[in-house]
């Protein structure tokens, strides 16, 4: 039995989260070349072991039914849980984090491509035969190398967390420790792709012809890459103003967008920093990292608006919070208000006033945004789809690429490779954060609009309001709990799909 006490398991779990935070942060931003996890992990031992699983257990099952109590315990419980599997899988990660910073991709003619600098290639290529080139050169080594380390990583999370023996499956034990029920979400996301499938058969092949040269049958993953860098908009999304232009618009809704200095942006090119743009809370509220790394045009500003929703929302959480309303929750959360940014790249107003597009061009940036829009929510319903099926046990790990091909083809048109079935995974269901993320975010823009007008983006009563509401709240709640709050409605996809609508027109 464990003489550790909740108040220690805080405590302590804090300062684990900020180390291990700060050495994911050096890693992936290519300031290290590996990282270091099984030291942190060995050094906070203490609360990573089946004792403190124990303490946590026995707070979650002790506490009232609907108490504050409970709601604390569930997310202690899930990081626990969490953290056991991956004090576990540091050996597994430490290797993924250094084969991603040193992999080369090699080409037939015997150039060479630095992994993480791969999907950048693909984006920026507009000769299809050199982007089709470039992903068989990607596929054959993710296929020998990396993929053959996920699908290892992901059999040993689902049974070291079924060893807990909190529920009877993986999945039942995430829904039990999320308070998401993924039954329900999957049903939305089947009625989503049935709803919308005759808006995407109809919009996609004009932009694939207009854009690629090339007809929707034959369409891969990698020519979505180049289609949504939307190359013909860069001249109005110069790299050199986005920062300031950004910055401006927050600061016009009364909101400091450096946090008195504790968001700190790393947006300069860096070998080894991953393509993929991330923010680190590295100390909760006081140092939070910014991290991107250069695609161009609008991609980039798109990205920046995204991260820096992360950011402001963890910048600005109330500091007396619990450690677990600071640090754990409901991920739907801060990707909702990193969404309620990055959409501003899909409002009329806010593009007149901070880009260089021109009132003649809006619309048809608008329309394509539209098509992007459905895109990603259609590809993400597949992956949660599919992502059952990977982790429910039902499914024969060796035939889970082809599902994965069939699933995420039939949802996008765009041809999908087997080799990424492993890889393009989103660890811990964390495809069913986005969903919720993208509901929320419509709810809480029609809420800003009701209160501060359809231009909420640059009206000063409206960020302090975000900033005490929203972000000050941290992640106590859970995604549905905050939008009964805020606007009284449920979660689902019905916004997303008439704003859609609207802006393909």
């Known amino acids: 039995m464990s003489d550790l006490t909740l108040d220690q398991l805080r405590r302590e779990g804090e300062a684990f989260m900020v180390e291990i935070s700060r050495e994911y942060y050096r890693a992936h931003s290519g300031r290290k070349p590996t990282a270091e996890l099984q030291p942190i992990y060995a050094r906070h031992e203490k609360i990573l072991n089946e004792g403190s699983l124990a303490v946590a257990l026995d707070a979650f099952r002790g506490a009232p039914d609907a108490s504050e109590a409970l709601r604390s315990a569930r997310l202690l419980l899930d990081w626990q849980s969490d953290s056991q599997a991956a004090r576990q899988l540091a050996p597994l990660d430490e290797r993924e984090i250094a084969w991603e910073a040193s992999a080369v991709v090699r080409m037939a003619d015997g150039r060479e491509i630095q992994y993480e600098a791969s999907s950048i290639a693909l984006a920026n290529t507009t000769d299809r035969d050199e982007r089709h080139a470039i992903e068989s050169a990607r596929a054959r080594l993710i296929e020998q190398e990396l993929a053959p380390l996920r699908q290892e990583k992901f059999q040993r999370e689902r049974e070291i967390t079924e060893q807990l023996e909190l529920a009877p499956t993986y999945n039942a034990t995430w829904e039990l420790l999320s308070g998401i029920p993924l039954a329900t979400l999957a049903a939305q996301c089947e009625q989503f792709l049935r709803d919308t499938q005759a808006l995407w058969a109809e919009a996609l092949p004009y932009y694939t012809k207009r854009v690629l040269g090339m ?39 009364a909101v400091d967008p450096s946090a008195s200095g504790r968001v700190i942006l790393d947006t300069e090119e860096r070998e080894g920093k991953r393509s993929r743009a991330f923010c680190s809370p590295v100390r909760i509220p006081e140092e939070v990292y910014l991290v991107l790394r250069p695609h161009g045009g609008q991609s980039d500003w798109t990205t920046f608006l995204h991260e820096l929703g992360h950011a ?33 790249m899909k409002d009329a107003g806010w593009l007149a006033r ?21 895109h990603f929510l259609r590809r993400y319903c597949a992956k949660l789809l599919y992502e059952i099926q990977l982790y ?45 993320a993208w509901q929320l975010q419509a709810l809480i823009d029609e809420t800003l609009v009701e209160r501060y007008d359809v231009d909420w983006w640059r009206n000063p ?15 106590r709640e859970l995604a549905q709990e905050q939008a009964m709050r805020v606007s009284g409605k449920e979660l689902t996809f019905a916004p997303l799909v008439r704003a859609v609508e609207r802006l393909l027109g």
């Open 215 to 253: 007809e929707v049958a034959d369409v891969t993953r990698a020519d979505a890459l180049a289609l949504f860098r939307a190359r013909e908009f860069d001249a109005y999304f110069p790299a050199a103003r986005m920062e300031e232009q950004i910055r401006r618009q927050v600061r016009e809704m």
């Open 312 to 344: 402001l929302h963890f910048a600005y959480m109330r500091p007396e919070l619990s450690f677990e309303y600071r640090w754990l929750g409901d991920n739907s959360i801060t990707e909702g208000y990193a969404m309620l940014f990055d959409h501003r």
């Open 354 to 374: 901070y880009t260089e597009l021109s009132a003649s061009k809006i619309p048809e940036f608008l329309r394509w945004t539209g098509l992007e829009e459905l």
């Open 392 to 436: 429910g046990g039902a499914t024969r790990w060796d035939s889970l690429p082809d599902l994965y091909v069939d699933m995420l083809t039939s949802a996008t048109n765009f041809r999908y490779s087997r080799a990424d079935a492993f890889v393009d995974v989103d660890a811990r269901f964390y495809a069913a954060r986005y969903l919720r």
């Open 461 to 475: 009563r409206a960020g302090p309001w975000i900033c005490s509401a929203l972000f000050g709240e941290g992640q």
